[in-house]
């Protein structure tokens, strides 16, 4: 059986805090996450386009599983707002939006082609990062009401040919955080006015 993992890591140091399996049966792929309070949604999917994918609710701190609920499609993402959440399905093609209860309120197509791979609600805005082509990804800015874009910064690759939107993204304190490889990752860190990927640290932290 293939499994996925949800790990917790010091910022500062890399280490590796605390580990759990999530998989359940043929869903092992967790995908995009985010913080809530003391919780932790993560979605984790069978590997296919189309889903299905549970929708898990975790402790922060222990990541023991809270609640959790179905969705009959690949849930690649999930972002938190006040009392609703925010996913998108495979390369975010269509933003869904639920209770945290996991009632189904609205699907609606993703109006640019930006496939999102990760998604945040911040200040009562949709940030999603994630692919425009194969060389080129952007962090976006999105009304939640209408999907209007309110800004858009485009990044390249790594060192490694890698976009820098090819996996996970959070913003904390001013600063993006990115984390686009596999194998060993190194996690990105952009402080606002450094000029781009030109600006960033990186950190390698280590393999579990």
């Not at 194998?183 to 990105?188: A, C, I, T």
Request: charge should be neutral.
């Amino acid at each position: 059986m293939r499994k996925g993992w949800v790990s917790k890591f010091a910022l500062l140091s890399g280490e590796l805090v605390r580990q759990v399996e999530v998989q359940e049966g043929a869903r092992f792929h967790p995908g995009g996450l985010t913080l809530d309070g003391n919780s932790l949604w993560v979605p984790v999917a069978e590997y296919h386009r189309g889903g299905p994918t549970t929708v898990q609710r975790r402790n922060r701190e222990t990541l023991a599983l809270e609640s959790s609920f179905e969705v009959k499609d690949h849930i690649g993402c999930v972002g938190a707002g006040p009392d609703y959440l925010i996913g998108g399905n495979w390369d975010s093609r269509v933003l869904y939006k639920w209770s945290k209860l996991g009632v189904q309120e609205s699907a609606r197509p993703n109006p640019r082609v930006t496939s999102y791979q990760d998604v945040k609600l911040l200040d009562g805005m949709l940030v999603g990062s994630g692919h425009v082509s194969a060389t080129v990804g952007a962090v976006e800015w999105v009304r939640v009401s209408d999907l209007g874009l309110v800004r858009r910064v485009e990044m390249g690759t790594t060192d490694r040919g890698v976009s820098f939107m090819n996996e996970g993204m959070t913003i904390r304190g001013g600063k993006l955080f990115l984390l686009p490889e596999d194998d060993p990752g190194r996690l990105f860190v952009f402080v606002p006015g450094t000029g781009g990927p030109g600006g960033a640290s990186t950190r390698d932290p280590p393999q579990p």
